[in-house]
């Protein structure tokens, strides 16, 4: 399905008279970067033999990434890059979920931070934050605050004015990928009298300050889904940031974060898609041409096939639904809520489906991926946390209903 979108952009460029020399180069690119990826994912793969139980970060993983040009794909064409597209983010991240969870995860929140941020940035922040991923920058985002939860656009981490910039003070609880960050977007709430929140949000764009100068690990990340992500908490003690640092318009911040959901949903859906596929290839790896003293065949059991058949259903499903939105759901539009609600769709069902085809994967397989070290015992394990990431369940189905039946949802009181 990519080659043929990929194929009916070179005649569009065609038709509208641009060179067609330039689609061309960038359907090479294009194939050359999914088959990186592919090569990675086998790598990384291989590497989590040893790592997963471990729960080491994946920092060699992120150095290859790097190397590739892959984390450099969102950079605009107006600075020389390639300017990926976000169905194209969603299938590259699907791949490197095949080989690692905790290397597309890490990847994801990088794609969704330069993908996102490519139009409305202040020149001087989009100048520096491309030219940087341009040269093997890793950007990480820690918004979740321990005060906050999933609601971080109402964050606990203040942040107060002073001549020329801001401090900020607070626990940010995950930073995926902070050992690997070269930069970071961090969020806090303004300390303005006249901005309430959500509208007291703010996000920085800083340079990852050195251990010490304001920021340090408060406690190392080991976890049981997605161990090697190193989402260790931050503590902000102090942190000063530039007044020039700031991505959004004071007092906007939520706007324009409500604008870009789409990248988080996609992208997120996309690592817990590339999961389920890896677990079903692994289910019917595993079931073909194998036999027991009981059974010839397992592949001729009727249980096991209609598994596989659910399985392959089921992901052509989410596979369409991916594909639909992040093609064609990707414009805010006039009505933000219901723009946002909208996103929630694939990002809600695609988390919630895979766990289905990987629990279902991991029937097909048997007792041997309850064993130490089995590849779908770690999918297992990783696919918990999709539905805990934002928009959690509760949240996307709050967003979905209301806009559904006609209810803001920002009315207060939000039940009654
Ligand atoms: C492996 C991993 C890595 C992560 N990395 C990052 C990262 O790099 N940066 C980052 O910012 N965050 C990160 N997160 C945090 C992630 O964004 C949060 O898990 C998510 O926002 C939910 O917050 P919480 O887990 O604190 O749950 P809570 O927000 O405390 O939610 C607990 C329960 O209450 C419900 N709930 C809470 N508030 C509401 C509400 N307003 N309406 C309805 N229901 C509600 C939730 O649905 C959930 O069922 C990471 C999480 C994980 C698991």
């Known amino acids: 399905m990519a080659t043929a979108v990929h194929e009916e952009a070179v005649q569009e460029e065609a038709v509208q008279g641009k060179e067609p020399d330039q689609g061309r180069e960038r359907a090479a690119r294009w194939t050359e970067l999914q088959d990186t990826a592919r090569d990675l994912a086998r790598r990384f793969e291989a590497r989590s033999q040893e790592a997963y139980d471990a729960g080491e970060f994946v920092a060699q993983n992120i150095r290859d990434l790097v190397d590739s040009g892959i984390t450099a794909v969102n950079v605009p064409r107006d600075m020389g890059g390639f300017e990926a597209t976000l169905e194209e983010n969603t299938r590259l991240l699907r791949i490197i979920a095949g080989g690692c969870g905790s290397t597309a995860f890490t990847l994801a929140i990088h794609a969704v931070l330069t993908g996102s941020m490519r139009s409305d940035l202040s020149v001087a922040v989009r100048e520096r934050m491309f030219g940087a991923v341009r040269d093997g920058a890793f950007i990480v985002g820690p918004f979740t605050d321990e005060g906050s939860g999933g609601n971080w656009v109402r964050p606990s981490t203040t942040a107060r004015r002073v001549p020329d910039g801001f401090v900020l003070d607070g626990l940010k609880h995950f930073a995926t990928g902070y050992d690997a960050a070269t930069h970071l977007v961090v969020t806090a709430g303004l300390d303005d009298d006249h901005l309430e929140p959500p509208f007291n949000l703010a996000a920085f764009?800083?340079?990852?300050?050195?251990?010490?100068a304001?920021?340090?690990v408060a406690s190392r990340w080991s976890g049981f889904a997605l161990p090697m992500t190193g989402s260790h908490s931050l503590k902000l003690d102090s942190l000063r940031v530039e007044a020039d640092d700031s991505v959004f318009p004071d007092g906007l911040t939520p706007l324009f974060v409500m604008a870009r959901q789409q990248w988080g949903h996609y992208c997120f859906a996309a690592v817990f898609l590339g999961l389920a596929e890896r677990a079903y290839e692994l289910a019917v790896e595993r079931t073909r041409g194998r036999s027991t003293t009981a059974v010839a065949d397992l592949?001729?059991?009727?249980?096991?096939?209609?598994?596989?058949?659910?399985?392959?259903?089921?992901?052509?499903?989410?596979?369409?639904?991916?594909?639909e939105y992040a093609t064609r759901h990707v414009d805010p539009g006039e009505d933000l809520p219901a723009f946002v609600a909208d996103t929630c769709v694939p990002k809600y069902y695609i988390t919630n489906e895979a766990e289905h085809v990987v629990a279902t994967a991991f029937e097909v397989i048997?007792?041997?991926?309850?064993r130490e070290g089995s590849r779908i015992g770690q999918i297992w394990r990783d696919v918990k946390a999709g539905p805990l990431l934002p928009f959690t369940n509760d949240m996307a189905r709050e967003f979905i209903g209301k806009a559904t039946l006609g209810i803001s949802p920002v009315e207060t009181p939000r039940w009654v």
Do not use: H, N, Y
Request: no cysteine.
């Open 205 to 212: 764009f800083v340079e990852k300050p050195e251990a010490g």
């Open 214 to 216: 304001g920021i340090e």
């Open 299 to 323: 592949a001729r059991l009727p249980g096991i096939q209609f598994a596989v058949a659910r399985m392959r259903s089921s992901l052509a499903t989410m596979d369409a639904l991916l594909t």
């Open 366 to 370: 048997g007792g041997s991926g309850i």
